[in-house]
């Protein structure tokens, strides 16, 4: 059997859409402190996305100089 790739990218994740939805579970799931890769996983949206909404909702601890 011939396996068919309909995909333009060779590699990674479909991309999903980035809803209020998931932007809302996110704000959620790290104020319950997850880490970032538990977030990925459970709203199936890439880990920098992740980091990328948390910097945007102002979830992110400022690092120490």
Do not use: F, H, W
Not at 40 to 47: D, E, K, M, P, R
């Amino acid at each position: 059997d011939a396996v068919e790739v309909s995909e333009g990218k060779k590699r990674g994740k479909p991309r999903v859409k980035i809803t209020s939805e998931i932007v809302a579970q996110v704000k959620s799931l790290a104020e319950a402190g997850k880490t970032g890769t538990e977030i990925a996983q459970a709203t199936g949206i890439s880990l920098p996305s992740v980091q990328n909404l948390k910097k945007k909702l102002g979830l992110v601890a400022k690092k120490k100089a």
